[in-house]
């Protein structure tokens, strides 16, 4: 498991990684008891956790419970190389930042299917739900070798529940807590010889609170900012989700999996010309899997995403605000055991983009073909990953990427890697066709990084390092002189990344800490060497939590340091740290009560500028687990 993400400061953890002795895997790794955890998004195939050439963080539903998750935003923060701002609470818009990257480099799929706006270029992370996820899997560094675009930052994955025992499993679970909100959500899964599956439903609403202190626009020497409006009504928020998945086992080297994941439901937020979003997120996939032969398995998919949104201004249209994305794709991978501990994989990707608004672009769809291959090796201490891709855009051509990973094990417990890799992400519908914005001659823009890292396990003891640094060019940046974005803007992004963690008779203690160094990267620019926005050099989070027979207590610290809110670093952000109160108490068997005070110090502090994020608050939750968990 992996909900390892304890960053914080980082001279506590350099004292902390000395005085352990202990160089460690992910900080997910310490946790699970698995012998051998199964990971899949780093390489597109399975492979055990501890064999991962890339930093990966798992999440699981234990974590999810444990730490009383309801966003999937909140599930996010904290995690390792991960910054996340919110514009101001529950269902409000949320840019995640992958190791410093844009919001828009990092891929988001659902069991394989890749989910985002082709308008917009990002994912609304907002509106993922987390009651129908059986875990997420987050991998730092480029993976367009094996993804294609927007893979610069990393690929995140979630995989929805499924079945893990034979008979038939309920599960159910009610919070409440400030400003009205309530969870409420169950699922029942089953299975029995060669059929399994796994339905879920919830239900998230909140009164909210109001979201934006937004200054009006008097004068173009008084532009205004945020929302462009001081609106004190709350700004609630309803998302009702459901996920589906059943699988059938013709035989042991055979099988068929169909699986469906569906969030709607609608946002108020605070705007003088839109208040109101209504929207949806769909992913649905089929896929096979075979192995003809004892070396060789052959797997096929085909997947559909939605991500709908009408904005409106107290439920009435304006001109322009429909955004309806829809993606078909399919895959075709072989996976060949060449002799033992080497694996050649070769693929292909097809993906159709499909844009309906009522905004006029002049294209609304294109297409992009992926062909892939990777070779992997373990050869005594040492293992090796390579792979190239290249991607073919009916928008821009053809783009080529490539990456190569080495690792050396000096003992069991204890490993070096370094990595190397290119990426790209392709311009979004709005960058190249808004009416009267668009540029339809943009490039992809591009990267190139390189990590290194050390990581080991110790007993119950573990930390991990890894250091990188990212060069971005082609960046999309607005022309105030054209009127137009254009490929103009580059950034260098350094960071170093540090974890730790051990556990001491009833006690545990996680540390993660992270410094990141973002830049713009444009010589003559007025810009130039800028901090990119919303980027804390400094983050980090620290948990110490103590276990009783049927009692948990934790406190969770959460700090960053001050960054800005604009590219010209002339809006500040304030830094900050929080506190978080965990208890957990299981009376009996398959049920549990917990609390959550969260932000406990009442600490004022923003995200974005102009959106508060929200005082101290609480959570009330009843959960009800089998006990085949």
């Not at 109001?210 to 200054?215: I, K, L, M, S, V």
């Not at 899997?289 to 249209?317: M, Y």
């Not at 996976?335 to 608004?357: E, I, K, R, V």
Request: charge should be negative; hydrophobic fraction near 40%.
């Amino acid at each position: 498991m992996n909900f390892r993400s304890v960053p914080c400061c980082g001279v506590a953890a350099a004292l902390i990684f000395c005085a352990s002795n202990a160089l460690a895997a992910d900080a997910a790794l310490m946790a699970s008891n698995l012998p051998e955890q199964i990971v899949v998004t780093g390489t597109r195939t399975a492979i055990a956790f501890d064999q991962a050439l890339a930093p990966i963080t798992v999440i699981d539903q234990t974590d999810i419970e444990t730490h009383q998750v309801v966003t999937f935003q909140e599930l996010l923060s904290g995690q390792p190389g991960i910054q996340v701002s919110n514009n101001g609470g529950l269902g409000k818009i949320s840019s995640v930042f992958l190791r410093g990257t844009n919001s828009d480099h990092v891929l988001v799929l659902v069991n394989g299917v890749r989910m985002g706006s082709s308008s917009a270029g990002t994912t609304a992370f907002q509106y993922l739900p987390v009651d129908s996820i059986d875990h997420v899997e987050i991998v730092r560094g480029p993976l367009s070798s094996l993804y294609g675009s927007e893979a610069i930052g990393g690929v995140i994955q979630i995989f929805t529940r499924r079945a893990t025992a034979d008979g038939i499993h309920f599960s159910a679970e009610a919070a409440a807590g400030s400003h009205r909100t309530s969870d409420v959500s169950a699922s029942v899964d089953g299975r029995s010889g060669a059929f399994s599956y796994a339905l879920s439903a919830g239900n998230l609403t909140s009164d909210g609170y109001p979201n934006c202190t937004g200054a009006p626009y008097v004068s173009p020497a008084s532009p205004g900012g945020g929302c462009y409006i001081n609106d004190p009504a709350n700004d609630g928020y309803h998302n009702v989700s459901g996920s589906a998945l059943v699988r059938y086992e013709f035989s042991p080297t055979a099988d068929v999996e169909t699986s469906f994941l569906r969030a709607q439901g609608g946002v108020r937020y605070a705007g003088p010309y839109t208040n109101h979003e209504d929207y949806a997120q769909q992913a649905a996939s089929l896929a096979g899997h075979w192995a003809p032969t004892s070396s060789l398995k052959l797997t096929a998919q085909v997947g559909r995403s939605e991500d709908n949104a009408l904005d409106t201004l107290d439920f009435v249209e304006p001109a322009g605000n429909l955004f309806d994305t829809t993606r078909t794709s399919a895959s075709l991978q072989a996976d060949w055991q060449m002799t033992t501990g080497q694996l050649l994989t070769l693929g292909g990707d097809y993906l159709h983009d499909h844009l309906s608004s009522d905004a006029g672009f002049p294209v609304d769809s294109r297409n992009i073909t992926g062909i892939f291959g990777e070779y992997q090796a373990t050869l005594g201490a040492q293992q090796l990953a390579v792979a190239a891709r290249h991607d073919a855009n009916t928008q821009f051509g053809g783009k080529t990427t490539g990456s190569v990973s080495w690792g050396y094990r000096f003992d069991p417990s204890l490993r070096f890697t370094a990595s190397a890799g290119t990426a790209f992400h392709a311009p979004s519908f709005n960058d190249l066709y808004y009416p009267y914005f668009g540029n339809p001659t943009l490039r992809p823009e591009t990267s190139r990084t390189i990590d290194i890292g050390l990581d080991g396990k110790f007993a119950a003891t573990h930390a991990a390092v890894h250091v990188f640094q990212t060069r971005v060019t082609d960046l999309i940046s607005y022309d105030a002189v054209l009127f137009a974005p254009e490929n103009t803007d580059a950034a260098r992004i350094r960071g170093v990344e540090l974890q730790a963690g051990t556990a001491v008779g009833a006690w545990t203690g996680e540390l993660t800490t992270a410094w990141l160094d973002a830049r713009n990267d444009v010589a003559g620019s007025p810009n130039y060497r800028n901090e990119l926005p919303r980027r804390s050099r400094w983050t980090g989070r620290l948990e110490v939590a103590r276990s009783w027979t049927d009692l948990r207590a934790a406190v969770q610290l959460d700090t960053a340091s001050m960054n800005y809110d604009d590219i010209a670093n002339a809006q500040p952000l304030a830094g900050y740290t929080t506190a978080t109160v965990l208890l957990e108490w299981s009376p009996v068997a398959n049920w549990m009560l917990q609390g959550k005070l969260a932000n406990a110090t009442d600490r004022r502090y923003q995200t974005a500028f102009y959106y508060p994020q929200d005082g101290r608050d609480f959570m009330i939750t009843l959960r009800y687990r089998p006990t085949h968990r």
